[in-house]
Structures are given as structure tokens and as C-alpha cells.
């Protein structure tokens, strides 16, 4: 069943259709991403969404009735521009935020120390936020869209600005959350990111959405005849193969799509018989980045790989 439906969204700016008669659904239970490169269309749909832009056309139905101004008060919100007081000390940020959501502050108190001692900022609860880090802040400001308690999430582009430790205790968290059974929509442009986390994935590329559906299925149909090899030593000789589709190069791995599947037994032959070291050789798997890669084209292929080899 699904939590949260989107159904045949329209958002124009002027000339720009930011987002185009879209549809998708978010199941109950899941963690949901919402990927594409920048200016694809996710922030303005999550707006959509929160009912901060008025959509052209279409609706958003949440469990069961079309989403109103009551529909902010039970989700927590992560905006993509972040905004907390930067006068006010750690603590009292995150009581304030929960009392705007009905929350004493009695209610949120341990579980907000709890958190601050997750997000190693338990130190800092006294510490005014302008006198900490951008990726500190960042983490407090996650932290008043969670204490709340709301069972629905749903946070823009949460691991921007991030360090690998920082976004790998937000992964955590984000996790933890879903075991509760929360259902949480996050967007990135890092499909990386989206890999590891999310269950089920919208794809929007230019205002649509060009893929759908849940992480297992999307990648079985695309991996049938993929091979993903890590390797020293030379492969120039598989450029032009016969039974070579194509090949992928990501610097650390790459990808070898074979033009049938009973082609994947031969190649592993031959690259033993090349003399090509293989550190790791996986048949029918591919990458949610290749996969993004084939279908949104080439332009941003080399800003996007570096992105993802850095994070
Ligand atoms: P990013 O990852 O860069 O935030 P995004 O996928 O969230 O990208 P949006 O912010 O939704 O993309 O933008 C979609 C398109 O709509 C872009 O072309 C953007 O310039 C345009 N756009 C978004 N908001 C407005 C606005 N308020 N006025 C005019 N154009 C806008």
C-alpha cells in the first residue's frame, strides 16, 4: 500500500516546466529516492509536496485524502535551504522547533540528548549556532525535523555539505528511522547515495520521471548481460570484441555489457587467458549510476562519476 501518491504534478516557471505531469507512489515502510541531477525537478515536487507551491495541475494524495495545510504539521520537513537561528544556543533550537510541532519539552528531552551524543554534538548543546560548523549546523537542523517523533520524512538533498563520518551517522539514523517503520522521501543527485539507501526511486530527469519502481527489480532488469570487473593489467583488447556491447570505464570498476547473456562465461575466459588480474568479477550487476548514466544521457557523465568516486 502506498503512503504517498503523486499523481500527474505540473510545475511551470515562466517557460521552464520544472516539473512535468509526473506520477509516482511511496510505499508504506519504504525509503523512497528522489533522483536526478541538479535542476531536474526534485526540490520544486518536494515543494509541491509540502504545499508550499501551488502545483499547475495533478494532486497529492496522502494515506488515502488529498494533502492540506494539516499535511506539514505530521511530517518532518528538511528543507533544502537551511535556516535555524544562529543565536540561539543548540538546545534551545531543537526545544523550539519541537514546540512548534505540540511536543513539551519534556516530551523530546532524552530523545534529544540521545541524539545529540549520536551526532557526537552532546558537548555542544550549549553552544550558540553560529559558533558551530556548517556540517554541525546541519545536523542540528536535521535533528528538529526528527524529534517531533513524525512517522513520514522527507528531506532535500539531506547529506549536502556532509563529511564521510557525518553522512555516514546520518545513513545510520535514516536507517534506524525506517526500522521503526517511518517512511522517509529523500532526494539526491548522488546515486551512490541512493544505492545504499533507498528501496523504491523515482528517477527525474528535465521535469519527468524516466524510472520507477523498487531498487531490486529496476536493477535485475537492467543487469541481465552486465558484468561489473575490477581489474589491473590491460583489457584494450575487449574494445571492438565481437561480443562486446560496450564498456564502461569508472576509474575504479568497470562496466562490460556482453550482446548476450551466454557471452559472460566467455569472457571471464578470456580475460584469464589476457593475463588480467581480476580483483573482483560480478556477472548481472550494474550500478544505479550506469543505469542513469543510459538513460539521461552523457552531458554531465564526468561531473557526475566524480562526484560519486568522491563521496
Ligand atoms: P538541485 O539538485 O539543483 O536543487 P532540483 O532537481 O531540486 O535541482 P529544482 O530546484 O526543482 O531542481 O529546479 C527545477 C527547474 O525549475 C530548474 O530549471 C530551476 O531553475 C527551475 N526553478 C525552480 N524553482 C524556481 C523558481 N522559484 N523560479 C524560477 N525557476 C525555478
Known sequence: MNALE???LRKTFGSIKAVDNISFGVPEGSVFGL???NGAGKTTTIRMIMNIYLPDSGEVIFRGAKIGQDFRDKVGYLPEERGLYKKLKVMETLLYFAEL???TGKEIENKAYKYLNKFELYDRRNSK?????KGNQQKVQFLTTILHSPDFLILDEPFAG????NTNL?????LELKSQGKVIIFSTHLMDFAEKMCDHLAMIDRGKIILNGSLSEIKSKYAQRNVSLNYSGDISFLRNHPFV?????YGNSTGIRVKDNSYIQQLLRLLIDNNVTINKFSANEISLHEIFIELAGKDDTNILSKEVNNV
Open 35 to 37: 533522483i536526478g541531477r
Open 245 to 249: 556491447e560496450k564498456i564502461e570505464d
Open 6 to 8: 503523486v499523481h500527474n
Open 101 to 103: 510541532k505540540g511536543k
Open 162 to 165: 556532509l563529511d564521510p563520518i
Open 170 to 174: 546520518l545513513k545510520e539514523i535514516i
Open 129 to 133: 549556532l553560529e559558533d558551530l560548523s
